[in-house]
């Protein structure tokens, strides 16, 4: 079971508790949204989703690191090989053309572990933000329409912070 009945119990628990009417028309609750969307079985399995995405790409990246590591070291020997004082000095000059070759070979593939790191990060970022959004979005329409239900005007975020990742001014703790 994902406790999918979780969530309405907590947001009517929120609103329910937290209630003041202010006049004898206006109604308002309050919620910690943060903490409905915390506890929320959705997002932990997005969380989760987002790990396990995370932990795949983390995987190829150091297969990618392993590949460059490999040929750096393969361009050490090569480097060494072609300074060699036993070989002709054409056989230098093969093992150095070899040397510069893997050397190229060293550079496609450290700018493909950057473009990798890149893309891997963008893809990653978009995907939390899109299933918090929607999930974000199923929890407001949740608690409008526990609130529409229980008549009130108007439902405050308590967790709100400003722009500034600080509390709000005015904003009661209970």
């Given at each position: 079971?994902?406790?999918?009945?979780?969530?309405?119990?907590?947001?009517?628990?929120?609103l329910a508790a937290t209630t003041a009417p202010t006049t004898?028309?206006?109604?308002?609750a309050t919620i910690d949204l943060k903490r409905v969307f915390?506890?929320?079985?959705?997002?932990?399995?997005?969380?989760?989703?987002?790990?396990?995405?995370?932990?795949?790409?983390?995987?190829?990246?150091?297969?990618?690191?392993?590949?460059?590591?490999?040929?750096t070291e393969e361009y050490k020997k090569l480097l060494d090989?072609?300074?060699?004082?036993?070989?002709?000095?054409?056989?230098?000059?093969?093992?150095?053309?070899?040397?510069?070759?893997?050397?190229?070979?060293?550079?496609?593939?450290?700018?493909?572990?950057?473009?990798?790191?890149?893309?891997?990060?963008?893809?990653?970022?978009?995907?939390?933000?899109?299933?918090?959004?929607?999930?974000?979005?199923?929890?407001?329409?949740?608690?409008?329409?526990?609130?529409?239900?229980?008549?009130?005007?108007?439902?405050?975020?308590?967790?709100?912070?400003?722009?500034?990742?600080?509390?709000?001014?005015?904003?009661?703790?209970?």
């Amino acid at each position: 079971m994902k406790f999918a009945g979780l969530l309405p119990v907590l947001v009517a628990a929120f609103l329910a508790a937290t209630t003041a009417p202010t006049t004898a028309q206006t109604k308002i609750a309050t919620i910690d949204l943060k903490r409905v969307f915390d506890g929320y079985w959705k997002t932990q399995q997005a969380d989760s989703s987002l790990k396990e995405k995370a932990g795949d790409f983390e995987k190829k990246n150091k297969l990618m690191v392993e590949d460059y590591q490999k040929a750096t070291e393969e361009y050490k020997k090569l480097l060494d090989s072609a300074g060699d004082a036993a070989v002709s000095a054409a056989e230098k000059e093969k093992r150095k053309k070899a040397a510069e070759s893997k050397l190229l070979e060293i550079n496609e593939i450290e700018q493909s572990i950057k473009q990798f790191e890149r893309s891997a990060r963008a893809q990653i970022n978009e995907q939390q933000r899109q299933l918090r959004d929607k999930i974000l979005g199923e929890i407001r329409e949740l608690i409008n329409a526990k609130a529409r239900t229980a008549g009130y005007n108007l439902v405050i975020d308590s967790a709100a912070e400003t722009v500034n990742s600080t509390p709000e001014i005015g904003r009661a703790h209970v």
